[in-house]
């Protein structure tokens, strides 16, 4: 089944898209400068991260304990 129709595996991969973005950002800054274009989709995603990074580590960890135990 594709992460498309189901909504936890679709809520997994918004999640890892957004902490890698984040990642990627932080180490390669020059990547990510466009903020405007294609790039600027990743560069969204990396602001994201950075500014409500405490709900995206409660995501991260609520989604690892629900992969790992249901």
Do not use: D, Y
Not at 18 to 44: D, N, S, Y
């Amino acid at each position: 089944m594709s992460a498309l129709f189901n909504f936890h595996s679709f809520l997994t991969v918004v999640l890892l898209f957004i902490c890698t973005c984040t990642f990627v950002k932080i180490q390669f800054p020059a990547i990510l400068r466009h903020k405007t274009g294609f790039q600027g989709f990743f560069w969204k995603a990396a602001r994201i991260g950075e500014r409500l990074s405490p709900w995206v580590a409660a995501g991260c960890f609520a989604m690892g304990v629900s992969i790992l135990f249901f």
